[in-house]
């Protein structure tokens, strides 16, 4: 038992929802949150994260007991389970509830030993924002746990990294963040998503459905006259654990392909390695009106065509339906589409 003090405690928390849940669902789970601390910030598709600071000492519990409670209500109320975590702030919860398996919880005590006992041990690559090849690069100086990390002074990782860089790594290794919870809504956001009938290992089949998602996402970009500012990738494993990454696009877009192109680089950052996957999604994040995108110039013409192939194939698609016209990679994997493309038979034409 882990008893907490009377410091800042944020629950993360995540929910085991079913690929076809009622839309309603988040919303009921919020007001179930708020019931505890009015503190709530739902982060799509199935997470949300909680001040539980004044929670604790209204309830009389401490950090781990409330995150119980709210655990066994929401399985008593919604049938669901969840992995939650509650810690002195939103970057440790979040890492916590990552490895955190469905039904349990995790607590890490708001004192400098109890963050240090969590952070050292772990693989630099688990901090937010280091991909693969950062995590290359701070090996190639024998820098492989966040502990090691931790112990090389912040001017040393500036010189590696980069000034901005190397201060962010030398303040998430030693467990310190200042987001707050956000009431607020989020950004409109959309998504698609995609159910594999058994466990995938094959890079080339996720791959392809990334760029099968992509296409989903900017064909609708498109016509509902939106442009994306970022992507998140969420990725759902044969265990029923789940990684997500996020990344800024450099230029908001409604296109495939840059899309297609930010979904891969977010892709290569987790590493994985004959992963049993089970579940890809995409979203569309921080969706604006497209009479605000700006577009860096450029004198190269051909890069032009990719885009007057997408408005051919977008009126196409008007016209006779979405399956008439789609990706050329996308031919050798006909069972490849998104929830939302499943049932429209990518049936025709091809492009690339």
């Known amino acids: ?110 004192s400098p030993e109890a963050i240090d006992a969590f952070l050292r041990p772990r693989p630099v690559r688990e901090l937010p ?58 950004p409109a956001s959309i998504s698609a998503e995609h159910h594999f009938p058994h466990d995938e290992l094959g890079p080339a089949e996720h791959r392809r459905t990334l760029l099968a998602l992509a296409d989903d996402l900017g064909a609708r970009l498109r016509t509902s006259g939106q442009i994306t500012q970022g992507l998140t990738c969420t990725i759902r494993y044969a265990d029923q654990s789940t990684t997500r990454r996020s990344r800024t696009l450099p230029e908001a877009t409604q296109h495939t392909l840059p899309l297609a192109r930010a979904a891969y680089a977010v892709y290569e950052s987790l590493g994985l390695q004959r992963a049993r996957v089970r579940h890809i999604s995409l979203r569309a994040d921080a969706l604006l009106p497209a009479a605000k995108a700006t577009r860096q110039l450029t004198l190269d013409s051909n890069d032009d065509k990719p885009f007057a192939i997408e408005a051919v194939a977008d009126r196409a698609r008007a016209r006779f339906g979405h399956g008439v016209l789609y990706p050329a990679s996308l031919a050798i994997a006909a069972g490849t589409r998104s929830a939302r493309a499943q049932g429209r038979g990518r049936t025709g034409a091809r492009w690339i």
């Open 1 to 110: 038992m882990i008893t907490v003090g009377e410091g800042r405690q944020i629950l993360h928390i995540r929910f085991a929802l079913a690929p076809e849940h009622n839309p309603d669902l988040l919303q009921q789970l919020r007001r179930l949150l708020e019931d505890f601390t009015p503190r709530v910030q739902m982060l799509e598709p199935d997470s949300a994260v909680a001040d539980l600071s004044g929670a604790i000492r209204f309830w009389h519990r401490d950090a781990r007991g409330v995150t119980e409670l709210i655990q066994l209500r929401a399985l008593a109320y919604y049938e669901l389970r969840s992995s939650a975590s509650a810690a002195p702030n939103r970057l440790l919860a979040a890492m916590a509830a990552a490895l955190t398996p469905p039904g349990r919880r995790t607590v890490i005590e708001d």
């Open 129 to 186: 924002g280091i991909g693969t090849r950062t995590a290359a690069a701070l090996a190639e100086y024998g820098l492989h746990t966040i502990g090691d990390v931790a112990d090389v002074p912040q001017l040393t990782l500036q010189r590696l990294l980069g000034a901005r860089a190397g201060r962010t790594l030398h303040e998430q290794a030693h467990g310190r963040d200042t987001q707050i919870v956000d009431r607020t809504p989020a």
